[in-house]
Structure formats: structure tokens, C-alpha cells
């Protein structure tokens, strides 16, 4: 019986540290199972108690996969999932106490302590009811709860072992020897292949893409437009951006990071003192099991639209429009003041991987800027902003799932470059600009 009472522990254990979070719960499962093997032919309380030991073992296979997914990221399935093994845990929980409850009763002997198992299903729909109800001091007080209710099961257990005997136990089911190890072997086995499959096979299906229309502009060009750059734009693009008189490909003031990894950022100006923005990025697909996320902070309220542009083996380019519905905002810092939400707000784009793609690049349209004040802090007719862009490629193969702001905060760019603009043929030169002027 102290087996059983093992599982129950590690079942109830939660430390959100080393994945003991998920490695604890599912050792517990797996103990539950095995020890109530030897009960299953008690009686048919202990019978049941063991089919939903098995259906908890199933389950954290099952949640570990799901875990590995992005579907992970919701605050709802995160309930869901919590949800489904409290429900399995209390099922083994309420047949065991009716199970001992029996054996009691036949054996003309008080029900001894079997209530404490009752009192661990109360202390789990009331932990799983303060966590939808988002109250941290329920979740404190059940926490020193479970200490004593762990204690009354324990001397549950204990007692029932002394007091009971159990007179058909399946005693040619072991708890311990080779057989146990082959099915702990394969229980291992089946989460790793349920959280590869999860982080491979459970993310969003390749884009829909569409062929590469060409359609290059040599006007572009002559008015500044990078030649790599003009090859990628869209017919649609090539005619908004007409409106622009100049363009200026912005040297950046910090760039640094991976060879393989490119990104330009260039500033068309108009003759009505306004400017439209474009960022193109590109990066050779070698790691083809990463997710590549582009990062831009700055003003960046402004993105509208964009492109993706994909170079596969064989030579031939597919793209597919960006949804700026899709363009995440990055998280504030702690440390940011309010002039720093007003003007450097952030904004994440992640790249829909395709495998076969040997280059992968596109870009980005916005409005961007603003005037500058001068030093008595009036609008001067200056316009201009501050573009930082860095590119990240996040591991793919993760668990759990972490959310891109989640990952950014774990991992370091695999390339930066930082751009200072403004309205004047004379741009910002980070090398020669004196603060004084």
C-alpha cells in the first residue's frame, strides 16, 4: 500500500523548477499504475481505481505532446489540461477510499482513515477553482493543506496495510523486476516521442504560397532603392512607393551578428515632408528546424504590410503577403520610461518555416518617425526616428512551448543593426555626430 501512497505524493507535487513540474506528476502516474496492478482484483472499487490509473498514464503522454505544441501558449488549455487530470486523480482517489472502505466493512473493522482521501479530492477541486478564479492566497493556503492532508493519506495507507488482508491480490503481477522496467522503458520512450512530435508535427501547416511575380523597377532604383531590394517587391508595392522623391538606404550605427543573416532598412522621403519606411531582411535556411523571428523596435505602430519571400533548391521563388493583423507587440521593459513606450515600441514578426526554402527574405512597409523637438522642446521641421532590428533564430525543438516574447527573453539575436534617420539628405553619421550641435 505505501506504493500506492508514493504515486499519490508525486502526483500532488508541483515544483516549477528543473521540469519537475511535469517530471514529478508523471513518475506519479506511472507508480499509481503499477501498484494498483497488484489491488485490480480486490474488489471492483480497486478495479476501477486501477482503469483510471491507466487512463492518468495515457493522459500525461498525451499532455506532454500537447505541452510541446504552440497551442500550449493559452491560458485556457493550460486549464483544460489541469482540469482533465484532476478529474482522473480524484477518480482514483474516491475508488480507492470506496475500495478500503469496503475491506473495512467485510473485515468488520472501523473505516479507519480513508476520509483523508476525500479531503485530497476537496483540496484539488478547490486548488483547480482558485486558479480559475486567479486567487494566489486560496492557492497559498491549499499549499499547507496538502502538507496535512498528505499526512492523514500517508496514515491511511499505513493503517490499511496493517489492519487489511488482502486475500486476492494478483500476486503474478509484480511491482518491481524486468517487466515493470520494459513498461517504464516504454513509457519514457512515448513522451519523448510525444514532445518531438508536438515541437515537429503539431505547429501550423506550411503557408499557402504563391509563384515569384517579377517586377522590377529600374525607377526605383535610380532614386536610391537597393537593387536586391527593388527584385522583391510586388507590383502593388512598386506603384505606392512611386510617390516617394528619394530613397536612402540608411548605414547602420551598430551591426553585428551571423554572415549568413542581412537586413536593410531603407527611408523613401516624399515632397510633403513625410516618409515611408521599409525594412528587407534575408537569411540562408540552414537551420531548417529553427523559427526564425525578425524584431523591430522603434516607431512601428505604423506597419501595414509586407512580403515573404521564399528561394527554394531548385531555384525557383514562392512568396505569400504578411498579415500585419499577425505583427505581435513586443513586451515593455521594467526599466522603460515614458518616453521610451511613446517611441520605442516593439514589434515581433515570426517566419512560417519551409524546409525545402534554401533563402528566405521578404519586407516590411510602415510610416515611421517622428518630429523632433528641438532644445526649448518645441516641434522642430525635422522629422526623424530610430530603427533597431534584430534577428533571432529560436529553437524549434522546445518543452514546453514558449511563446516569441517567451523565447526572446531566453535566447540572444543571431543578428542586430541599429539605424538613426531624418528628414535631410545629410543623415545622422553615428561616427562624426556631436550632441552639441
Same mark, same amino acid.
Given at each position: 500500500?505505501?506504493?500506492?501512497?508514493?504515486?499519490?505524493?508525486?502526483?500532488?507535487?508541483?515544483?516549477?523548477?528543473?521540469?519537475?513540474?511535469?517530471?514529478?506528476?508523471?513518475?506519479?502516474?506511472?507508480?499509481?499504475? #503499477?501498484?494498483?496492478?497488484?489491488?485490480?482484483?480486490?474488489?471492483?472499487?480497486?478495479?476501477?481505481?486501477?482503469?483510471?490509473?491507466?487512463?492518468?498514464?495515457?493522459?500525461?503522454?498525451?499532455?506532454?505532446?500537447?505541452?510541446?505544441? =504552440?497551442?500550449?501558449?493559452?491560458?485556457?488549455? &493550460?486549464?483544460?489540461? !489541469?482540469?482533465?487530470?484532476?478529474?482522473?486523480?480524484?477518480?482514483? #482517489?474516491?475508488?480507492?477510499?470506496?475500495?478500503?472502505?469496503?475491506?473495512?466493512?467485510?473485515?468488520?473493522?472501523?473505516?479507519?482513515?480513508?476520509?483523508? &482521501?476525500?479531503?485530497?479530492?476537496?483540496?484539488?477541486?478547490?486548488?483547480?477553482?482558485?486558479?480559475?478564479?486567479?486567487?494566489?492566497?486560496?492557492? &497559498?493556503?491549499?499549499?499547507?493543506?496538502?502538507?496535512?492532508?498528505? !499526512?492523514?493519506?500517508?496514515?491511511?495507507?499505513? /493503517?490499511?496495510?496493517?489492519?487489511?488482508?488482502?486475500?486476492?491480490?494478483?500476486?503474478?503481477?509484480?511491482?518491481?523486476?524486468?517487466?515493470?522496467?520494459?513498461?517504464?522503458?516504454?513509457?519514457?520512450?512515448?513522451?519523448? #516521442?510525444?514532445?518531438?512530435?508536438?515541437?515537429?508535427?503539431?505547429?501550423?501547416?506550411?503557408?499557402?504560397?504563391?509563384?515569384?511575380?517579377?517586377?522590377?523597377?529600374?525607377?526605383?532604383?535610380? =532614386?536610391?532603392?537597393?537593387?536586391?531590394?527593388?527584385?522583391? #517587391?510586388?507590383?502593388?508595392? !512598386?506603384?505606392?512607393?512611386?510617390?516617394?522623391?528619394?530613397?536612402?538606404?540608411?548605414?547602420?550605427?551598430?551591426?553585428?551578428?551571423?554572415?549568413?543573416?542581412?537586413?536593410?532598412?531603407?527611408?523613401?522621403?516624399?515632397?510633403?515632408?513625410?516618409?515611408?519606411?521599409?525594412?528587407?531582411?534575408?537569411? /540562408?535556411?540552414?537551420?531548417?528546424?529553427? =523559427?526564425?523571428?525578425?524584431?523591430?523596435?522603434?516607431?512601428?505602430?505604423?506597419?501595414?504590410?509586407?512580403?515573404?519571400?521564399?528561394?527554394?533548391?531548385?531555384?525557383?521563388?514562392?512568396?505569400?503577403?504578411?498579415?500585419?493583423?499577425?505583427?505581435?507587440?513586443?513586451?515593455?521593459?521594467?526599466?522603460?520610461?515614458?518616453?521610451?513606450?511613446?517611441?520605442?515600441?516593439?514589434?515581433?514578426?515570426?517566419?512560417?518555416?519551409?524546409?525545402?526554402?534554401?533563402?528566405?527574405?521578404?519586407?516590411?512597409?510602415?510610416?515611421?518617425?517622428?518630429?523632433?523637438?528641438? /532644445?526649448?522642446?518645441?516641434?522642430?521641421?525635422?522629422?526623424?526616428?530610430?530603427?533597431?532590428?534584430?534577428?533571432?533564430?529560436?529553437?524549434?525543438?522546445?518543452?514546453?512551448?514558449?511563446?516569441?516574447?517567451?523565447?526572446?527573453?531566453?535566447?540572444?539575436?543571431?543578428?542586430?543593426?541599429?539605424?538613426?534617420?531624418?528628414?535631410?539628405?545629410?543623415?545622422?553619421? !553615428?561616427?562624426?555626430?556631436?550632441?552639441?550641435?
Amino acid at each position: 500500500m505505501n506504493g500506492i501512497f508514493w504515486g499519490i505524493l508525486l502526483q500532488s507535487l508541483s515544483l516549477n523548477v528543473l521540469y519537475l513540474n511535469y517530471i514529478l506528476p508523471a513518475a506519479g502516474a506511472m507508480v499509481l499504475y #503499477l501498484h494498483l496492478r497488484k489491488f485490480s482484483q480486490v474488489n471492483e472499487a480497486f478495479r476501477k481505481a486501477f482503469r483510471f490509473s491507466a487512463a492518468l498514464v495515457l493522459y500525461q503522454i498525451l499532455s506532454f505532446g500537447f505541452c510541446a505544441t =504552440r497551442l500550449a501558449g493559452s491560458d485556457t488549455a &493550460l486549464l483544460v489540461l !489541469i482540469f482533465i487530470e484532476t478529474v482522473l486523480l480524484s477518480a482514483v #482517489l474516491l475508488y480507492l477510499q470506496s475500495g478500503l472502505t469496503d475491506e473495512y466493512q467485510k473485515a468488520g473493522m472501523e473505516t479507519g482513515s480513508s476520509h483523508w &482521501l476525500i479531503w485530497l479530492v476537496v483540496l484539488k477541486a478547490a486548488t483547480y477553482a482558485a486558479l480559475l478564479a486567479k486567487l494566489g492566497v486560496v492557492l &497559498l493556503v491549499a499549499s499547507i493543506a496538502l502538507i496535512v492532508i498528505l !499526512i492523514g493519506v500517508y496514515c491511511c495507507f499505513r /493503517d490499511a496495510g496493517k489492519k487489511l488482508l488482502f486475500k486476492k491480490p494478483a500476486q503474478e503481477v509484480p511491482t518491481s523486476g524486468q517487466r515493470p522496467l520494459v513498461l517504464c522503458a516504454t513509457y519514457v520512450c512515448a513522451i519523448l #516521442l510525444a514532445i518531438i512530435g508536438g515541437a515537429f508535427f503539431g505547429q501550423p501547416g506550411a503557408p499557402e504560397l504563391l509563384p515569384l511575380e517579377t517586377a522590377y523597377s529600374e525607377e526605383l532604383i535610380a =532614386r536610391g532603392m537597393p537593387r536586391e531590394v527593388a527584385a522583391c #517587391l510586388s507590383k502593388e508595392d !512598386i506603384e505606392l512607393l512611386k510617390g516617394a522623391a528619394y530613397f536612402q538606404q540608411l548605414q547602420p550605427y551598430e551591426n553585428y551578428g551571423s554572415a549568413d543573416t542581412k537586413v536593410i532598412t531603407v527611408a523613401g522621403f516624399t515632397d510633403y515632408d513625410q516618409y515611408i519606411t521599409l525594412v528587407w531582411f534575408s537569411r /540562408d535556411n540552414k537551420k531548417q528546424f529553427s =523559427r526564425d523571428v525578425l524584431t523591430l523596435e522603434g516607431d512601428t505602430s505604423g506597419i501595414y504590410k509586407g512580403r515573404f519571400i521564399y528561394t527554394q533548391s531548385d531555384g525557383k521563388e514562392v512568396c505569400r503577403d504578411i498579415d500585419a493583423s499577425k505583427i505581435g507587440n513586443l513586451p515593455i521593459p521594467e526599466y522603460a520610461d515614458e518616453f521610451y513606450e511613446e517611441y520605442f515600441p516593439g514589434a515581433y514578426l515570426e517566419i512560417p518555416a519551409l524546409r525545402s526554402a534554401k533563402k528566405v527574405s521578404g519586407y516590411l512597409l510602415f510610416d515611421a518617425g517622428q518630429y523632433m523637438e528641438d /532644445d526649448e522642446g518645441d516641434l522642430s521641421e525635422e522629422v526623424g526616428g530610430q530603427i533597431d532590428a534584430a534577428w533571432y533564430g529560436l529553437k524549434r525543438l522546445q518543452f514546453p512551448y514558449l511563446s516569441v516574447p517567451q523565447a526572446l527573453d531566453r535566447q540572444a539575436y543571431s543578428s542586430y543593426a541599429g539605424y538613426f534617420y531624418a528628414l535631410d539628405e545629410n543623415f545622422y553619421d !553615428i561616427e562624426t555626430w556631436d550632441d552639441s550641435e
